[in-house]
């Protein structure tokens, strides 16, 4: 997986609870992203950085929210997770801006919100 | 509306025989088109990466076709492994702000013995 790794790997949560879910990278990657991916959809990204502090959102970043202090770590907050957030969640990175450039995923964040 | 499609949704071949994905995508403006293996439980590893100029890229036993006039992608795995089984995953990629990526929902392979 890269140099990459989620923690937690599972997590099961109840409704309205705050969730922060942290992507690891040891490559020293300038892009990190995190997706969600449910059946049915492809991959959708939530939110991206392109450095220490710089980040934007994705298509479906409603309800989450990220923070990016170091270039290693990328955060992904559900201030108050819901039913729907429940997903695999995938962080990703690479080095220069993801149209040229392979992304590498970690091995994933399978959460439960009841 | 940039789509990528998959076809077929799920396969089942037995080892040893050769097997190819279809991809059809409706992404504009083209960037790049890549392959994706995800096994179960894991997150997806990149197989090939192709440009507009590329029309075949072989990656072993995988081979990737692109045909952008078609707009149409192929995945061949020859002499399938009980390894191969997986969901493949296309992707296309949009030369367009922040290069936007497109997912396909993936093809998902069983290789039976």
């Known amino acids: 997986d890269a140099g990459i790794t989620q923690s937690p790997r599972h997590k099961v949560t109840e409704t309205g609870t705050p969730v922060t879910l942290r992507c690891h990278q040891t490559e020293n990657h300038r892009y990190m992203y995190w997706y969600r991916q449910d059946p049915g959809h492809g991959l959708r990204l939530i939110h991206y950085s392109y450095g220490v502090k710089d980040t934007d959102k994705g298509e479906v970043s409603d309800g989450y929210s990220v923070s990016r202090s170091k270039t290693e770590d990328f955060l992904l907050t559900l201030e108050s997770a819901t039913s729907s957030q429940t997903s695999v969640y995938f962080c990703?990175?690479?080095?220069?801006?993801?149209?040229?450039?392979?992304?590498?995923f970690g091995p994933g964040t399978r959460l439960t919100v009841l | 509306k940039n789509q990528v499609e998959q076809s077929p949704q799920s396969l089942i071949i037995l080892e040893g025989k050769n097997c190819t994905l279809q991809?059809?995508?409706?992404?504009?403006?083209?960037?790049?088109l890549r392959w994706y293996k995800q096994d179960t439980g894991r997150g997806p590893v990149s197989l090939t990466i192709?440009?507009?100029?590329?029309n075949t890229k072989s990656n072993g036993r995988y081979t990737a076709t692109l045909d952008a006039d078609t707009k149409q992608s192929s995945l061949h795995i020859t002499a399938s492994q009980l390894s191969d089984s997986a969901s493949y995953i296309c992707v296309v990629s949009a030369n367009t702000g922040f290069q936007k990526l497109v997912f396909g929902t993936g093809t998902r392979l069983l290789v039976s013995p």
């Open positions: 192709m440009t507009f100029s590329e």
């Open positions: 990703a990175i690479s080095e220069s801006s993801p149209s040229t450039d392979t992304q590498y």
């Open positions: 991809c059809n995508y409706t992404v504009s403006p083209f960037s790049n």
